[in-house]
């Protein structure tokens, strides 16, 4: 994975106000007489990485819905540079300057991994970008896939690549908007031990730039290697905060995870990086659509 700038931008300046750049104030989200989020409070930075994670069903997902647009919150405010955009839909919050990336795949699987960036820059850019002079900027588009590891793939079809590609393709598609926030969604999965050291190297990279990154995932390892805040949900109450080494050796952290602490007198050589990795974060809630996310 390159360490070349995201073509289409030059760095972001952090938030003039000197707060952080995103903010989720008390929010709760309630599906019928069940408490998916319940006043849940953190904040994301410029320039830093910051993990929301759980057990399955913590409100994880649920978290990213509302921050991004896609779920109304029963209480609770979304604040985005200072600006409440608990309200904006979700089009205008990505022109402000956030990008999502799902569990599932959404790419257009008859479309090459190139074509599939192309498109996603042509949305942000607007309808008649493909129409100026220079208006497909092949050059930044094969730039981005240098930058997160998969020109190789660049002409297959979309639907042909492995996994862990495709990961990366959802990721060279949300830079392709330039965000300020990156929402990751988790974006290791399928990824092996190499590529998955990479991918922090290039998480790290781009906070660097000044953009803030959100991210919920399941990989402990990549978790406390990149992040420099971590936010634990369970049951969808926030229950911890902060870095990597408080987190580590927190009882309710640990609790949550594994059934017990530290304070209970069990092997303290047992830590949070012990869990096995999973990949869904499905609540099933009886009398919510099918499909809901947690």
């Not at 588009?141 to 240098?146: M, Q």
């Not at 050589?269 to 869904?280: E, K, M």
């Amino acid at each position: 994975m390159s360490s070349s700038p995201v073509p289409q931008g030059g760095g972001h300046r952090a938030d003039p106000r000197g707060g952080p750049l995103l903010e989720v104030d008390h929010v709760v989200v309630q599906f019928g007489g069940v408490t998916a989020v319940n006043e849940a409070c953190f904040t994301a930075d410029p320039g830093t990485v910051t993990g929301l994670i759980g057990p399955n069903g913590a409100g994880k997902t649920t978290c990213f819905n509302v921050i991004s647009g896609l779920q109304r919150p029963t209480r609770g405010k979304v604040r985005f540079q200072g600006k409440d955009v608990t309200s904006m839909p979700v089009h205008r919050r990505s022109k402000r300057g956030m990008g999502r990336t799902f569990q599932r795949l959404e790419a257009f699987g008859s479309l090459s991994v190139r074509d599939n960036v192309r498109v996603a820059a042509d949305i942000h850019r607007g309808v008649l970008a493909g129409l100026l002079p220079g208006g497909g900027r092949g050059k930044d588009i094969d730039a981005l896939l240098e930058r997160v590891g998969i020109a190789a793939y660049a002409n297959e079809r979309a639907d042909s690549i492995p996994t862990g590609t495709a990961r990366l393709l959802e990721l060279a598609r949300c830079l392709a908007g330039d965000p300020k926030l990156l929402l990751l969604d988790e974006p290791s999965s399928g990824l092996d031990e190499t590529e998955t050291d990479a991918f922090g190297d290039l998480l790290r990279d781009l906070a660097s730039e000044g953009r803030a990154i959100l991210m919920v995932e399941h990989d402990m390892d990549l978790v406390m290697a990149v992040c420099d805040t971590i936010h634990v949900l369970d049951f969808g109450s926030i229950i911890a905060s902060g870095d990597p080494a408080a987190i580590r050796r927190d009882p309710a952290v640990q609790k949550a995870y594994l059934g017990y602490s530290d304070e209970d007198g069990v092997d303290e050589g047992h830590t949070v990086t012990d869990l096995p990795a999973v990949t869904d974060d499905t609540l099933v809630i009886p009398a919510v659509r099918e499909g809901a996310e947690a």
